[in-house]
């Protein structure tokens, strides 16, 4: 059994307002499933970010190949790389000394990845690290010490409250050295329907990603969450960005897990996740107050979504 993820379930549980941590979303079933909301007509954040990496990649391949020469291309939480692809094509195809090293938590992500991408980009070289982010990012130190550029995309540095998010720039520009490069990915704020429509998708992928993990919880950890007796409710507040999932007890109810019981008023709230959007000011904040210097911004045609290129001063 793994023991950090008993004592997170039972800590999150515990907690006043009941909360798990998303990043346990990603087994098997959940790597599937975020897949399915990637595809999906209303989860806007992956087209966007595939114009961006399909038009730009060849820009920012040659700033990495300019700056850096030779050097580590890392992604923390690679997922798929469906959008990375177009950046490695654009860096094999000018000969660039460089090795990608996909970081997720997820194993079965890191073995696709290592299994599929030399074959479809031959002559990339791939080096996988399952496990969390900084962890990894120590132990490529004690691999190489070459130049890094550190790519975060889609929605993961959403995924963390602002001050959980400021927290994560500031350690990550502390865990690389001065010259070095960060691409991060933000959705930044828009018309609310659009928000709100893009993590409440009509086929239901978003409500099945949620109530997995309940049901991760069961197998792996032995609980007995009854999946039926919870629905899904998402939020998104203009007012402060945050776009916010919940799972919602339909009834009273008890719930058992490592020999302790865990009880559920009518209508209480899980706190899954969070998906954090960001307006520009915010952005440039973000990255003042990690020491980063702005270097150059990918935007969509929309205008919907920001890979905002940092280097480390
Ligand atoms: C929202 S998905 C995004 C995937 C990819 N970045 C994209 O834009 O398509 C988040 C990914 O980050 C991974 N992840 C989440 N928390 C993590 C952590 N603390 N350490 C390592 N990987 C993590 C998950 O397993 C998942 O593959």
């Known amino acids: 059994m793994n023991e950090q993820f008993l004592n997170d379930v039972v800590t999150g549980l515990s907690a006043k307002t009941k909360k798990l941590n998303s990043k346990y979303f990603y087994d098997d079933e959940g790597d599937v499933l975020f897949q399915k909301i990637m595809q999906s007509e209303e989860y806007y954040l992956t087209d966007c970010e595939y114009e961006i990496f399909k038009g730009k990649s060849p820009a920012l391949a040659g700033v990495f190949i300019d700056q850096l020469k030779s050097f580590e291309l890392l992604e923390l939480g690679a997922g798929d790389a469906s959008k990375t692809k177009f950046l490695l094509e654009a860096l094999v195809n000018r000969k660039a000394d460089f090795t990608y090293m996909p970081i997720d938590i997820s194993g079965s992500m890191i073995t696709y990845l290592e299994d599929n991408l030399p074959s479809k980009i031959p002559g990339l070289k791939v080096t996988g690290l399952n496990g969390e982010y900084f962890p990894m990012l120590e132990k490529v130190k004690t691999i190489s010490s070459r130049k890094k550029a550190v790519l975060f995309l889609g929605g993961n540095i959403g995924n ?151 280097k480390v001063t």
């Not at 998708?201 to 997995?212: E, I, M, P, Q, V």
């Not at 032995?222 to 402060?240: I, K, M, R, V, W």
């Not at 945050?242 to 009880?263: E, I, M, P, W, Y």
């Not at 990918?298 to 920001?306: H, I, P, Q, Y």
């Open 160 to 310: 963390m409250d602002p001050d959980d998010a400021l927290a994560f720039c500031k350690q990550l520009h502390a865990s690389l050295n001065p010259g070095d490069y960060v691409l991060m990915g933000f959705d930044l704020r828009k018309n609310p329907h659009a928000i709100f429509n893009a993590y409440n998708d009509k086929a239901g992928y978003t409500k099945a990603f949620n109530l997995n993990l309940l049901k991760r919880i069961n197998n792996e950890l032995g609980a007995d969450f009854q999946l039926a007796d919870f629905e899904h409710y998402n939020s998104y507040d203009p007012l402060t960005g945050a776009c916010r999932s919940f799972l919602v007890s339909l009834k009273a109810q008890q719930v058992n897990l490592d020999g302790q019981a865990f009880h559920f008023k009518a209508n209480e709230v899980i706190d899954m996740e969070i998906s954090q959007k960001y307006s520009m000011e915010e952005i440039y904040d973000l990255g003042n107050q990690a020491n980063f210097e702005v270097v150059e911004t990918f935007f969509d045609s929309k205008e919907w979504f920001l890979d905002m290129l940092w």
